[in-house]
């Protein structure tokens, strides 16, 4: 069991950055692949970026602009955010795969991941 928590949104300028951050509870941390997801209002939860066996992966509306990266010894995984948009504005969650081998998967559906966090708020004004 894992349990995940998102923290770091807030309410930004459009060309603004934000860095969420998404604490695991667990000492496998490193056996996970993660991801980040985002959900808008009136829409369906959309992948935002990934990152596995040290492959990250990123849509191309994000790419160029986010970053991911995780740091196993705490625990944690980040999302870099530069240059927000209005569009970007959404509530944001951290979510974990367990993996057991390197199989070059990219993990970026909502029905790939096993445990969720709750979300945090990014709301980006124009």
């Known amino acids: 069991q894992v349990q995940l928590v998102e923290s770091g949104g807030g309410l930004v300028q459009a060309g603004g950055s934000l860095r969420l951050s998404c604490a695991a509870s667990?000492?496998?941390?490193?056996?996970?692949?993660m991801g980040w997801f985002r959900q808008a209002p009136g829409k369906e939860r959309e992948f935002v970026a990934a990152i596995s066996w040290g492959d990250t992966y990123l849509p191309d509306s994000v790419k160029g602009r986010f970053t991911i990266s995780r740091d196993n010894a705490k625990n944690t995984l980040y999302l870099q955010m530069n240059s927000l948009k209005p569009e970007d504005t959404a509530v944001y969650y951290c979510?974990?795969?367990?993996?057991?081998?390197?199989?070059?998967?990219?993990?970026?559906?909502?029905?790939?991941?096993?445990?969720w966090g709750q979300g945090t708020q990014v709301t980006v004004s124009s």
């Open positions: 979510a974990a795969k367990r993996v057991t081998y390197y199989s070059g998967a990219s993990y970026t559906g909502v029905d790939e991941y096993d445990y």
């Open positions: 667990g000492r496998t941390f490193s056996s996970y692949a």
